[in-house]
């Protein structure tokens, strides 16, 4: 008999999500039944605080376990039963494993930013990089850049205290300044071999781009986490003055391929989702 999945995505605006395509057109590829639902909270007109109605009905449904976005990956944390050790650190969710009456929460956000961006970026120096951005997501790729070997990690958040919190968790976790809350962002871009946009900022609901054009230069590598679209403004930006990019669809492909394991307990093959995702967006 075939495996059997049922997954979904929790967030807000995520029709354009290409997450669930890169799972079932993986899982046939390995001959399994496999079925990826959005719940999209903007598509449903719910708010954000819906999450533990959704977490319960997923349940009593049958679903094998659902993927967390923006704006839910920290609010799920306080109804979840485990944490892995990744998620706990970061603290932050994006992927849950439903099973034997568990709600178990990891975080692939991490790992995929990570694996992105040794495939993209190799030899990129690491030595001063500036994140902006300090929410879920933000908290998942700062934990990947320390654990990269990134020097001294400087955080710019539209909420100074929120940045502020989490240089304190990543010093805790990776050594004393390791990582700290910008006082002055432009000074900081000025010192910094290179930028990770860590913000919604560049998708299309949420237009514009996180660093200003003015602070970009030559000399410094942009990492974009956003995916869709994969040329964002910043990115965009940050051609024309002729810096090294990445955009944001090798972490997609790689947060998923982690999540797939997680999910199914096999391990999809991280080439193939990687040339599906490449078909997915490829300008007609």
Same mark, same amino acid.
């Given at each position: 008999?075939?495996?059997?999945?049922?997954?979904?995505?929790?967030?807000?605006?995520?029709?354009?999500?290409?997450?669930?395509?890169?799972?079932?057109?993986?899982?046939?590829?390995?001959?399994?039944?496999?079925?990826?639902?959005?719940?999209?909270?903007? *598509? &449903?007109?719910?708010?954000?605080?819906?999450?533990?109605?959704?977490?319960?009905?997923?349940?009593?449904?049958?679903?094998?376990? &659902?993927?967390?976005?923006?704006?839910?990956?920290?609010?799920? &944390?306080? %109804? %979840?039963?485990?944490?892995?050790?990744?998620?706990?650190?970061?603290?932050?969710?994006?992927?849950?494993?439903?099973?034997?009456?568990?709600?178990?929460?990891?975080?692939?956000?991490?790992?995929? !930013?990570?694996?992105?961006?040794?495939?993209?970026?190799?030899?990129?120096? =690491?030595?001063?990089?500036?994140?902006?951005? *300090?929410?879920?997501?933000?908290?998942?790729?700062?934990?990947?850049?320390?654990? &990269?070997?990134?020097?001294?990690?400087?955080?710019?958040?539209?909420?100074?205290?929120?940045?502020?919190?989490?240089?304190?968790?990543?010093?805790?976790? !990776?050594? *004393?300044?390791?990582?700290?809350?910008?006082?002055?962002?432009?000074?900081?871009?000025?010192?910094?071999?290179?930028?990770?946009?860590?913000?919604?900022?560049?998708?299309?609901?949420?237009?514009?781009?996180?660093?200003?054009?003015?602070?970009?230069?030559?000399?410094?590598?942009?990492?974009?986490?956003?995916? !869709?679209?994969?040329?964002?403004?910043?990115?965009?930006?940050?051609?024309?003055?002729?810096?090294?990019?990445?955009?944001?669809?090798?972490? *997609?492909?790689?947060?998923?391929?982690?999540?797939?394991?997680? !999910?199914?307990?096999?391990?999809?093959?991280?080439?193939?989702? =990687?040339?599906?995702?490449?078909?997915?967006?490829?300008?007609?």
């Amino acid at each position: 008999m075939q495996p059997c999945y049922l997954i979904g995505l929790i967030g807000s605006g995520i029709q354009a999500s290409l997450t669930p395509a890169m799972h079932m057109q993986e899982a046939d590829a390995l001959g399994f039944r496999y079925l990826y639902r959005l719940i999209d909270l903007t *598509a &449903l007109g719910l708010p954000a605080d819906a999450l533990p109605d959704l977490l319960t009905a997923a349940e009593r449904m049958g679903f094998n376990g &659902l993927n967390i976005t923006h704006p839910c990956k920290q609010l799920v &944390l306080p %109804l %979840l039963d485990q944490l892995s050790d990744d998620a706990r650190a970061i603290g932050a969710v994006n992927t849950v494993v439903l099973t034997h009456g568990k709600r178990i929460g990891h975080n692939t956000d991490a790992s995929g !930013f990570a694996a992105a961006f040794r495939r993209g970026l190799p030899d990129a120096a =690491l030595d001063r990089v500036v994140q902006f951005g *300090a929410g879920g997501a933000g908290c998942a790729v700062a934990h990947a850049a320390l654990g &990269l070997g990134v020097g001294q990690l400087t955080l710019v958040d539209t909420d100074p205290l929120r940045a502020a919190a989490l240089a304190h968790s990543l010093c805790a976790r !990776f050594g *004393a300044n390791r990582a700290v809350a910008a006082a002055d962002s432009t000074a900081a871009v000025a010192a910094a071999d290179g930028l990770i946009n860590a913000t919604p900022m560049g998708m299309a609901k949420y237009p514009g781009q996180a660093v200003p054009d003015a602070m970009l230069q030559s000399n410094h590598w942009v990492a974009d986490i956003v995916y !869709f679209p994969l040329e964002t403004a910043l990115l965009a930006t940050a051609r024309a003055k002729r810096c090294r990019v990445l955009h944001g669809g090798g972490m *997609a492909v790689f947060q998923a391929v982690e999540a797939f394991r997680l !999910f199914t307990g096999t391990a999809p093959r991280a080439d193939r989702m =990687l040339a599906h995702f490449d078909q997915l967006t490829a300008s007609p």
